[in-house]
């Protein structure tokens, strides 16, 4: 499971808790959240020297549990604790048209609140940000995919955008740490 590669290579990986009860869940046919991930609650954001934050799309935005996620921060928010820390985004959407730089955008306002400081992609992945020969999320602002219904499972090139930003966004915090 792509967990447990991504938590080997950069560390601790939680998820934010669920909002929506398994009745809804199940009507949506929403996949089963993995079991070996613990959840996250915002104080254990301060514990971090930086993040990337990582959603599905939902009508252009973060879905409502990574909102909730962020409105249950305003102790942190109230503190600054936060202020001065790079983050990244990342995201899945259901197709072209499902909001991939829209959602990134609309989740900067989460970062900006707190004094985060955004650490986009930019074009620093090289010729593979203009790949045009298969279907690639992602973009400027991070790394990303298209979910289709949820069966589409990430290709190896959005795999290695993610990868590269993961270390990306890591070698920032590290010298903004020092």
Request: aromatic share 12%; glycine share 12%.
């Amino acid at each position: 499971m792509q967990w447990k590669v991504l938590k080997e290579h950069f560390g601790r990986m939680e998820q934010v808790p669920e909002t929506l009860p398994d009745v809804i869940l199940q009507k949506m046919k929403a996949p089963p959240k993995a079991n070996d991930v613990p959840e996250i609650r915002p104080e254990q954001l301060v514990e971090a020297d930086g993040f990337l934050f990582g959603f599905p799309s939902r009508f252009g935005v973060m879905s409502a549990q990574c909102k909730a996620f962020f409105d249950a921060s305003h102790e942190i928010w109230e503190t600054q604790a936060l202020a001065g820390k790079p983050a990244g985004i990342f995201w899945s959407t259901g197709f072209h048209g499902g909001g991939q730089e829209l959602t990134a955008l609309t989740a900067v306002t989460q970062l900006a609140h707190h004094g985060m400081i955004f650490v986009p992609l930019g074009y620093t992945f090289g010729n593979s940000m203009y790949e045009m020969n298969e279907v690639k999320g992602g973009s400027s602002y991070g790394a990303g995919t298209f979910a289709a219904d949820g069966s589409r499972q990430p290709t190896e090139l959005e795999l290695q955008q993610a990868f590269y930003q993961g270390k990306y966004v890591a070698g920032i915090a590290k010298k903004l740490k020092n």
